[in-house]
């Protein structure tokens, strides 16, 4: 069925190579000789493409996600070798072994792992098999004559009616996503307050304008000019203006500062201006591994140095929690510090959420379970490698009544794969960054497509809001 696999290096949002995979199928192939007969455009048309992801603070057990580390192309960042794998490897072994792409997805990836052979897929590369697998999803989609999200809501064995997840904007940015002093990596507005994802999107996008307004008028007034071109005042202004705006890989501004309150402030600022007072809800991400050193944490680790025990840390969430409208907090202690997760579990009063802890493998989200450390688990295709192995750690945290949170990576592309997969799976809400910037945007572009879709077809089409937690039991 499948007729022909085709990789090639193509770049991420942070300019960075990442893997392409094209694979054409015998539909693909009738279409495409149809449309050549007919003299009809048809450039590409009838394969299916995948383009994957890839993070900055990732997690010590992720997938290996396989760089050439020759300095002569992209500073060793290539991509080459994985690549290779995929046109001398993977394609020739996938192609002899004749699976069917609309009812095999689950057999294709367990062959896809067995073909690595190694326990996080080091040989062939996860980013060379989470391409072949997620472009294998897409054509099984189209040979079953269904949407993707319906198609991966079938793989799951999830149940109807379909739940739009409410969408987690990173309007600010820090930690080694941006240059500002800022330890905390992602600080998100949650509009749980809309009906619908289009609503969302808008507050979303009101909120984020907002914000810039309110980040101009704090910042805009000090500093040093760099054009000679106009007088000193007026480039002074707008210098600063320009710096403070200036924004952080997923999309989010990134102003001069270091405190998580003063990241907080900014937005209660935002969403008070554009009169969402109440319908938008705040998470944090501090991707704490990144600044987790012998045992504390150094909140001051883009600049100077200010250590933090990890009681200190959790005394700091627990002001944060009571002073915010949090409602998530993820990552908040850094992946080898398990005492700390289970003790703050004890009385965590919003979603806690593992990444860098769970790495989206079935095998962390057990030990966490054992070790009651979390109540909701971060989903990151490339963490695994593979979308059956993605569902499986879904599921799992489903079975322990956890939630689950879709997300995209810092280093992303225009592939929207994410938007359908929190639809099929009815996580219920999904980080894709900011409401700014193509690579983040298509996937809020995508799902709003989708609810349109689905309301179309004359299906019922929830909204997950503020029960985002418990959309999969909807
Ligand atoms: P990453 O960041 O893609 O750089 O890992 C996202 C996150 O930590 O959630
Ligand atoms: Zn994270």
């Given at each position: 069925m499948i007729r022909s696999i085709h990789a090639a290096q193509r770049l991420d949002s942070r300019g960075c190579p990442t893997v392409q995979v094209e694979l054409t199928t015998e539909k693909g192939e009738k279409l495409l000789s149809y449309l050549s007969?007919?003299?009809?455009?048809?450039?590409?048309?009838?394969?299916?493409?995948?383009?994957?992801?890839?993070g900055a603070s990732t997690g010590a057990n992720e997938a290996v996600e396989l760089r050439d580390g020759d300095e002569c192309a992209y500073g060793g960042r290539g991509v080459q070798g994985a690549i290779s794998n995929i046109q001398n490897v993977i394609g020739p072994n996938l192609l002899e072994s004749d699976f069917r792409v609309d009812t095999d997805q689950k057999k294709i990836d367990q062959f896809l792992k067995n073909l690595d052979g190694t326990k996080n897929k080091e040989r062939l590369g996860a980013n060379a098999i989470l391409g072949v697998s997620m472009a294998c999803a897409r054509a099984g989609a189209a040979h079953s004559g269904i949407p993707l999200y319906e198609f991966l809501r079938r793989e799951a064995g999830a149940k109807k009616p379909f739940v739009m997840p409410v969408p987690f904007f990173n309007v600010?940015?820090?930690?080694v996503h941006s240059g500002n002093e800022m330890a905390f990596q992602e600080t998100m507005i949650a509009p749980v307050g809309a009906s619908s994802i289009t609503e969302a999107v808008r507050m979303g996008s009101e909120v984020y304008q907002h914000l810039k307004k309110v980040i101009t008028e704090k910042f805009g007034s000090s500093g040093q000019p760099i054009?000679?071109?106009l007088r000193s005042s007026q480039a002074q202004k707008l210098t600063f203006k320009k710096q403070a705006i200036g924004i952080g890989d997923e999309g989010g501004f990134a102003p001069p500062i270091s405190e998580p309150h003063e990241a907080l402030d900014l937005l209660v600022q935002a969403v008070s201006n554009s009169g969402l007072s109440g319908k938008i809800k705040f998470a944090i991400d501090p991707a704490s591994s990144e600044f987790f050193r012998e045992g504390k944490y150094d909140i001051g680790f883009k600049s100077t140095t200010n250590l933090k025990t990890a009681k200190e840390m959790i005394g700091l969430y627990q002001s944060l929690l009571e002073e915010y409208p949090i409602v998530l907090l993820e990552d908040p202690f850094a992946e080898n510090d398990w005492d700390s997760w289970s003790e703050f579990n004890k009385a965590c009063p919003v979603e806690l959420v593992g990444d860098d802890l769970l790495v989206t493998n079935p095998e962390y989200v057990q030990i966490a379970r054992q070790k009651d450390a979390c109540n909701a688990m971060l989903l990151k295709i490339n963490q695994i490698g593979t979308i059956s192995e993605a569902i499986e750690?879904?599921?799992?945290?489903?079975?322990?009544?956890w939630s689950v949170f879709v997300s995209h990576r810092s280093g992303e592309t225009t592939d929207d794969f994410i938007a359908d997969l929190a639809v099929g799976?009815?996580?219920?809400h999904l980080k894709s960054g900011a409401p700014c910037r193509g690579e983040r945007v298509v996937k809020y572009n995508r799902l709003m497509d989708i609810e349109a879709e689905i309301l179309a077809d004359g299906e019922k089409c929830l909204f997950a809001g503020?029960?985002?937690k418990n959309a999969s039991r909807f």
């Open positions: 007969q007919m003299d009809l455009p048809h450039t590409k048309t009838g394969t299916f493409r995948a383009l994957v992801p890839s600010l940015n820090g930690g054009s000679k071109y750690a879904a599921n799992l945290a489903y079975s322990y009544n799976l009815g996580t219920g503020s029960k985002f």
